[in-house]
């Protein structure tokens, strides 16, 4: 069993920076892959970006790529999402997931989730 906070959400300026925290529960967290997914009003979850057990791995969406990484530190049981060069479309509830399988954007991979922490973006 894994538990899932989410924090470091909040209203940022286009072209911003923020840096978002997910912290788990649970002594097995280092063998989980993490993902990070949002959702915005009136659409669908999306896939952010993944990171492999030991973090030598990661994946992301192509809409954020280049923008977003993604990093983990194991022994502190946390995952970070650091956002930079924000956009009014990355607006949204993010979302950090934990699951046993490889990275991948399926939601249906994910087997715990947070609760979620509001980015908002002005423009």
């Known amino acids: 069993q894994v538990q899932l906070v989410e924090s470091g959400g909040g209203l940022v300026q286009t072209g911003g920076s923020l840096r978002l925290s997910c912290a788990a529960s649970g002594r097995t967290f280092s063998a989980y892959t993490m993902g990070w997914f949002r959702q915005a009003p009136g659409k669908e979850r999306e896939f952010v970006g993944s990171i492999s057990w030991a973090g030598g791995s990661t994946d992301y969406a192509d809409s954020v790529k280049g923008r977003f990484t993604i990093s983990r530190d194991n022994a502190k049981n946390m995952v970070y999402l650091r956002m930079n060069s924000l956009k009014p479309e990355d607006t949204a509830v993010y979302y950090c997931?934990?699951?046993?399988?490889?990275?991948?954007?399926?939601?249906?991979?994910?087997?715990?989730w947070g609760q979620g922490t509001q980015v908002t973006v002005s423009s």
């Open positions: 997931a934990a699951s046993l399988m490889r990275l991948g954007g399926e939601t249906s991979r994910y087997d715990y």
